[in-house]
């Protein structure tokens, strides 16, 4: 009978507390927000320069360097205003996002430029195939 009232007690209490891959759910969704900030505002950037015709790269390829480059020095002036940018370059100095992404360096062109023409693409491919 014991077993029985535990069984009951469990039931009755288990919807009371956030379930353990709910609270992971949580967390990836969380992350899975910044990084999608942070690569808008990173994209917005590299359209602002390559619009412009400006230079990405200087001769240093540090944040907080002098002559570091165009999109390294916008990305250090928009992130004196934005928070979430701000957030993420003090992670990149102080070492905590190790082994992780920080999409500063200048292969990011590189990259931006390779998803973008892939999208353009598709984007192409589906204009093509819809019926109008």
């Given amino acids: 009978m014991t ?13 009371k507390q956030p379930r353990i891959d709910s609270v992971v759910e949580e967390v990836i969704q969380r992350e899975i927000a910044k990084w999608v900030k942070i690569l808008r505002r990173l994209l917005a950037i590299t359209l602002f320069s390559a619009t412009r015709g400006l230079a990405f790269r200087g001769s240093q390829g540090r944040i907080g360097k ?5 999109f ?16 993420h370059l003090n992670e ?3 070492g905590t996002s190790r082994g992780s992404p920080h999409y500063l360096s200048w292969k990011i ?11 353009l693409q598709e984007t192409l491919d589906e204009r093509r195939k819809a019926d109008f």
């Fill in 66 to 70: 002098a002559n570091n480059g165009n």
């Fill in 3 to 15: 077993s029985y009232l535990d069984w009951k007690n469990f039931l009755r209490e288990e919807g």
């Fill in 72 to 87: 390294l020095g916008s990305v250090k002036l928009l992130s004196q205003f934005d928070d979430c940018l701000a957030a």
């Fill in 92 to 94: 990149i100095k102080q």
């Fill in 109 to 119: 062109q590189n990259e931006l430029e390779v998803v973008s023409s892939k999208v």
